[in-house]
């Protein structure tokens, strides 16, 4: 992947104010929530009867939500592999006595988003429902295999990779929230949507840091945008397997579950293109090179063409059993 040499100029300007983004979209920790909010107090004399008040709500809950709600909590629980990936971005340094502005920013994201893993995690193995053993051994490999994304150390990619992905998880917890209180399970509907709510201030920051490259490096930037666009975002867990599984075997399932239960799919994939397309105001950017304007035409009709390819794809029925799964 060549990159121009003006990516870590372009970084360290644009890090001079970065550190505005960090008050505007991430919290004090001491003002947050954490996991053992939602979880049963087990200092408590009637911890007991509230985990069999938890067991009881997740009855109810169909076999595709449980495999969705395990295969979101493996995907949030292999977050040092994301840490990893953007500490070694170009132009986020965390060398010398005190770090860039944007290596600020990848631990504060890491340690919100390190929340999540936990109290799903948590709340699964209070569930009854999920063999945490084989869930466990699904977490290992995900963070032993790692991921292929297709951004390398391009800031550019990986804030269009960010953008997109923490809109889909936005997506994902929101249904989950949905779904749950539709089954009669209010708290974990609770949990999903705080665990939403923080996905969506993520992804307001990420498409921020998008919208502040454009102002500066239109053309390279919008080359970037086409190249991530036309190699299709990957989610973070595509390569989760189960025991004796090859790699990314059991994401294909777990994606499919997610469509036949509604909670992302394709055509969610298509309306989070065309509202980046918006708020990145790609139609009206101007100042762009000759190819930059080229790469403009193939993103503006991408969604359309995208559209005509959903209408034609079936889902799979239901005919996969997680090991996961009790």
């Known amino acids: 992947m060549s990159l121009s040499p003006s990516r870590l100029e372009v970084m360290n300007f644009l890090g001079q104010s970065i550190e505005d983004v960090i008050s505007d979209y991430l919290r004090p920790?001491?003002?947050?929530?954490?996991?053992?909010?939602?979880?049963?107090?087990?200092?408590?004399?009637d911890y007991v009867k509230e985990v069999?008040?938890?067991?009881?709500?997740?009855?109810?809950?169909?076999?595709?939500?449980?495999?969705?709600?395990?295969?979101?909590t493996i995907t949030e629980e292999a977050l040092p592999t994301y840490e990893a990936w953007l500490m070694d971005v170009i132009g986020i340094d965390q060398q010398g006595e005190e770090p860039n502005a944007w290596a600020k920013w990848v631990r504060a994201w890491t340690a919100e988003e390190n929340r999540h893993g936990d109290?799903?995690?948590?709340?699964?193995?209070?569930?009854?429902?999920?063999?945490?053993?084989?869930?466990?051994?699904?977490?290992?490999y995900l963070l032993q295999d790692g991921f292929d994304i297709g951004t390398g150390q391009d800031p550019y990619r990986n804030f269009v990779y960010t953008s997109f992905?923490?809109?889909?998880?936005?997506?994902?917890?929101?249904?989950?929230?949905t779904i749950a209180k539709r089954h009669g399970n209010p708290h974990l509907s609770k949990i999903c949507g705080v665990i939403a709510s923080d996905e969506m201030r993520h992804a307001k920051a990420y498409k921020t840091f998008v919208t502040k490259i454009f102002e500066v490096d239109p053309s390279e930037m919008m080359l970037a945008l086409e190249d991530m666009m036309r190699k299709k975002i990957v989610m973070p867990a595509h390569f989760l397997r189960e025991t004796g599984m090859k790699i990314g075997e059991t994401f294909s399932h777990f994606s499919d579950a997610a469509q036949r239960l509604g909670v992302y799919t394709t055509i969610d994939y298509i309306d989070i293109l065309e509202s980046l397309l918006a708020d990145w105001k790609i139609e009206k950017i101007s100042g762009l090179s000759e190819q930059a304007e080229r790469a403009r035409d193939y993103l503006m009709g991408l969604p359309p063409r995208l559209r005509r390819v959903a209408e034609r794809t079936k889902v799979p029925e239901l005919n996969y059993q997680f090991s996961w799964i009790k």
């Not at 948590?122 to 009854?128: D, E, V």
């Not at 084989?134 to 290992?140: I, K, N, P």
């Open 29 to 45: 920790v001491e003002e947050h929530w954490q996991p053992s909010d939602f979880l049963p107090d087990f200092s408590q004399e």
């Open 52 to 72: 069999k008040l938890l067991q009881e709500s997740c009855n109810e809950l169909p076999y595709d939500y449980i495999a969705v709600l395990i295969g979101d």
């Open 119 to 140: 109290l799903l995690n948590k709340y699964l193995f209070l569930s009854g429902r999920v063999n945490m053993r084989a869930m466990e051994v699904s977490t290992q």
């Open 165 to 177: 992905q923490e809109l889909a998880t936005n997506v994902s917890h929101r249904r989950t929230a």
